[in-house]
């Protein structure tokens, strides 16, 4: 009985150590992603996880769902078609037609720039072509033969069994286009030494990774978004080191570099983000992170963003097209400027510039009645004047005042100073100024595209308000006036809000935007299906083949009525926090189901 059951036993032991050994060898066998390849002193990167996935999220969000509509998608084949045969000629460049190129990506892509022990950094660049390695190769072949031509030498070294192809060019500096070609991947570069360091890191070798840089991983983390979505794309830069690399062997660069302590910019320790299309919730999410060091001196000290109170005011508009509002500490943000100009100029010497470029032609002081009356919070609304034209969406900049009724005193002296260029219009007991601006003397062809400036200054409630467009100002003005018409009353706005306090991650915005992609993409509605602009297509049409090539797409394939694009977009909104660790921004638009 004892021996039956050790008979039974080992054959299933022994198939479970194969299993594992199995399973082991397989993960030993798989290729290392693009990090945990390129060299630790990667300057730039950017990165596409997995292309036919990006290409498939792509199609989930709303400009693919558009773009697929039945009443839609034959304009944009029309456009395509016209674009392939626009393209014709590259295919003798390129060794392959548009369409095969555009298909080689079946994996992974990364695009980076990388520093050697010496001289000036390298371009590299990884494709997983999988069955595609074929179109790839006729595109190789072409770049070999255009560098023969230049009198290029081909060589073909072995990397401990793996052939990496060497094409160099004559003369004192390293100029090489060397490649690998290995499980369907190609790994190409401008320097053959950084292409077998990667291969070192595929094969297990001993070598730093991008993937050990603390500065790359932190920021990583920062911007990894949803564990159960990670982003389709993201990217790096060291923006100190590759200036150090590329200002290398300069004496003018050598110059700069040694100014970047003075100008406090050695502290800044590298920018990096990511990209999310079609997740659960969201039709897109951009993460970008700023990493500084602590304490901050010199130009990053002047970015004084703090957090703070960002609900829309009462005179901003419900149907506004985007709302933007941050709280900025101006004075911290004046005295560093001074520091740092002074410490340029010499003592005083930002005094004395704005004292001759600002203070004296205004005849106002600009520290004492210009800067200390600003309160911090700073407002810009956009919106849409119709009928559509090119500069239709007007803007309108609120500056919170600390004293309005004595910056009211510090307004008239401004007006005073430019006699007979403003005029004081009256809107339901409120005051305000219309400048006035010298119109145009060409009435050209482009002119009814073109909305005439009409810009306008007011103090409202404890604001300074500047608008572009005396129409907007009177609009904010009369929203004021009632009791539920501003924007924070707004569902939608109340929906980008709550998201906005989920995202921040219990960290108090600095920044805060709402933006409606519809008002803006109707403005260009109506500008393609406007009049004026399909006679200005037409004329140009014969003599472009770009113009001509829309005008016959949209004389054939016309646009379908707004609903239909309209009902796949969804609002959306961003902020941007200040930590210790830097400035975090992040961004979003809501996916409409």
């Not at 990511?274 to 002047?302: C, F, W």
Request: glycine share 8%.
């Amino acid at each position: 009985m004892k021996i039956d059951f050790c008979r039974t036993l080992v054959p299933h032991w022994l198939t479970a150590v194969l299993s594992i050994a199995l399973i082991c060898q397989s993960a030993q066998a798989q290729r290392p992603t693009a990090p945990r390849l390129l060299p630790k002193d990667t300057l730039l990167y950017l990165r596409i996880a997995d292309m036919p996935d990006l290409i498939e999220r792509f199609q989930e969000t709303s400009a693919g769902r558009i773009s697929q509509d039945e009443q839609v998608r034959p304009l944009l084949d029309h456009l395509w078609g016209s674009l392939v045969e626009v393209a014709e000629p590259l295919e003798d460049l390129l060794g392959v037609p548009l369409q095969d190129l555009l298909s080689i990506p079946q994996g992974e892509t990364c695009l980076a720039l990388v520093a050697p022990e010496t001289g000036f950094p390298a371009v590299v660049l990884l494709i997983d072509a999988g069955d595609r390695m074929p179109a790839l190769d006729k595109v190789l072949e072409q770049a070999e033969f255009g560098l023969f031509q230049q009198g290029a030498v081909r060589t073909v070294q072995d990397l401990d069994g793996t052939e990496m192809v060497v094409n160099a060019l004559p003369g004192g500096q390293r100029r090489e286009m060397a490649f690998v070609q290995r499980d369907g991947t190609l790994i190409l570069g401008s320097n053959s030494q950084v292409i077998q360091s990667m291969i070192d890191a595929w094969d297990g070798r001993p070598t730093s990774r991008l993937s050990e840089n603390t500065n790359f991983t932190a920021i990583m983390k920062r911007c990894a978004g949803d564990e159960k979505e990670p982003p389709q794309i993201t990217f790096f830069i060291d923006p100190l080191e590759l200036t150090k690399r590329i200002a290398r062997g300069s004496l003018a660069g050598q110059a700069v570099i040694a100014l970047l302590p003075a100008l406090g910019l050695d502290g800044v320790r590298g920018l990096g983000g990511s990209v999310a299309l079609a997740t659960e919730q969201y039709d897109n999410v951009t993460h970008v992170h700023l990493m500084l060091d602590s304490p901050r001196k010199g130009v990053v000290e002047i970015l004084a963003l703090r957090g703070g109170d960002l609900t829309p005011e009462p005179w901003v508009p419900a149907d506004a097209v985007s709302y933007t509002s941050l709280n900025w500490d101006f004075e911290t943000s004046y005295n560093a400027l001074r520091t740092l100009f002074d410490a340029i100029r010499g003592e005083g010497a930002l005094d004395r510039e704005v004292n001759r470029r600002v203070s004296d032609p205004l005849g106002i002081p600009f520290e004492q009645d210009l800067l200390a009356a600003l309160d911090g919070r700073v407002t810009i609304v956009s919106w849409m004047v119709r009928p559509a034209r090119l500069n239709s969406r007007a803007n309108l900049l609120g500056l919170k005042l600390k004293d309005p009724k004595a910056f009211r005193q510090t307004l008239q002296k401004l007006i005073d100073q430019f006699p007979g260029q403003l005029e004081r219009q009256a809107l339901g007991g409120n005051e305000y100024w219309s400048i006035r601006v010298p119109r145009p003397t060409n009435d050209g062809p482009d002119r009814p595209l073109l909305r005439e400036p009409d810009p306008a200054i007011a103090i409202l409630d404890d604001y300074l308000l500047l608008s572009d467009s005396s129409e907007l100002l009177k609009h904010a003005m009369v929203t004021r006036g009632r009791v539920s018409g501003s924007l924070a009353n707004e569902l939608d706005y109340k929906l980008i809000a709550s998201r906005i306090r989920r995202q921040a991650g219990g960290d108090t915005p600095g920044m805060l935007a709402f933006d409606r992609p519809e008002e803006s993409l109707r403005l260009l509605y109506e500008l393609a299906t406007g009049d004026t602009t399909q006679q200005q297509l037409r004329s140009q049409a014969d003599n472009n083949p770009f113009f001509g090539a829309l005008d016959g797409a949209l004389r054939e394939n016309p646009l379908p009525p707004f609903a239909v694009i309209a009902r796949y977009l969804a609002p959306g909104g961003s902020l941007i926090t200040n930590d210790a660790t830097g400035f975090h921004y992040t961004s979003f638009t809501l996916r409409r189901q």
